[in-house]
């Protein structure tokens, strides 16, 4: 029988992200909007602080 390979990824050196869905609402409607941002996990308590992202 023929052995079967499986590779394993481990990458521990890259940054760790976070996504975050934040919803706003639009000025010209008044409706709902959802933005998408990705962010660096150091970066997310400032990123979440600040009202105008």
Known sequence: MAKKVVASFK????K???KVIR???SQKSG???F???I?????????LANKEN
């Open 35 to 37: 933005k998408e941002t």
């Open 23 to 25: 919803m706003v609402k």
């Open 39 to 47: 962010v660096a996990n150091e970066m997310l308590k400032d990123f």
């Open 31 to 33: 409706a709902f909007v």
């Open 11 to 14: 990458a521990t050196s890259g």
């Open 16 to 18: 760790d992200f976070t």
